[in-house]
């Protein structure tokens, strides 16, 4: 087992450091007061972050950390953590691991026992998420889908009958592909589709699939589609004695009645006001 008090202990730290994904001026004070006190800052594109960093009185030496040279990269800060130095990963925008590189060097960290420590911070799912309109708990993120036709219908494919709520990144140039794709796999559901997160043209386009890739012709800036679940097939699949069973396991376990319905609600996309009349009813 591994046991990380991030703040009690003096080993070399690799810190996890989102940065704005448009609006420079949500960067936390905390997380400039990070990069300011680091030894390296590890990013995807030196001259990009450079500007960023600039902005902020940021002139700390500067390496790349991209997913094209990411093992050589995770060695080489691994190696500089077992020489005693701190460093910040960054994204050039968002929050890093999140569709950016990152994840080697995290699962070598953790594995050698240094401090991995995350700073909160920008992300732009999570921004599109909570916006959209659309259920937000339980959902799944996906990020970018594969880009030839029959790929990303094969993936799409995978997540049809989920009832949780699907959140996708994508480019503008593919946007209406992913859009016709979604239409026809997963049928006429509600959506969202967020774009140009924090930034002066922000703009979120709410109905269903169909009106919104009617709408999406020309639109730029990088996009997250938030899409329905499936809950009526979901549904279909589990009766209310498995859904009483369900509840009743929770119950058995030390859980309140309300809480044992709310997390068997979240796990099958079930209604918890109609599971709780459910409950109440055949106990009555």
């Known amino acids: 087992m591994n046991r990380q008090k991030s703040f009690e202990n003096e080993k070399p730290t690799l810190y996890l450091v989102p940065t704005p994904i448009g ?15 680091v030894n390296v800052i590890a990013c995807e594109d030196t001259r990009t972050s450079g500007q960023m960093l600039k902005h902020f009185g940021i002139h700390n030496r500067l390496i790349a950390y991209q997913n094209f040279n990411e093992d050589p990269s995770a060695r080489g800060i691994i190696n500089l953590l077992s020489q005693g130095q701190n460093v910040a990963l960054i994204s050039d925008a968002g929050y890093p691991l ?23 911070g920008c992300s732009a799912f999570l921004n599109a998420l ?5 259920i937000v708990q339980p959902f799944i993120f996906i990020g970018f889908l594969p880009q030839s036709d029959n790929e990303r219908n094969k993936k799409l494919r995978e997540y049809r009958s ?5 959140v996708f990144y994508e480019a503008p140039h593919r946007i209406a592909k992913c859009l016709k794709s979604c239409l026809d796999i997963f049928g006429d559901r509600r959506c969202c589709l967020a774009r140009e997160l924090t930034k002066v043209h922000e703009e979120f386009l709410r109905g269903t699939i169909s009106e919104v890739l009617e709408a999406c012709e020309g ?13 009526e097939d979901f549904h279909k699949d589990i009766d209310y004695g498995t859904l009483m069973m369900m509840v009743n396991d929770q119950i058995s376990q030390g859980m309140s009645k309300s809480d044992a319905v ?5 796990e099958t996309g079930i209604s918890r006001r109609k599971l709780y009349e459910m409950v109440h ?3 009555n």
């Open 219 to 231: 639109l730029k800036g990088e996009m997250v589609i938030i899409i329905d679940g499936n809950h």
């Open 262 to 266: 709310k997390k068997v609600a979240g």
């Open 23 to 37: 609006n420079l001026s949500e960067m936390s004070p905390r997380a400039i007061e990070i990069l300011k006190s």
């Open 130 to 134: 909570v916006a959209s309109g659309l």
């Open 98 to 120: 999140i569709n950016d590189p990152g994840q080697r060097v995290v699962t070598e960290a953790t594995a050698l026992g240094y401090n991995v420590v995350p700073v909160s």
């Open 281 to 283: 009813s055949i106990e």
């Open 162 to 166: 989920y009832p949780m709520t699907l």
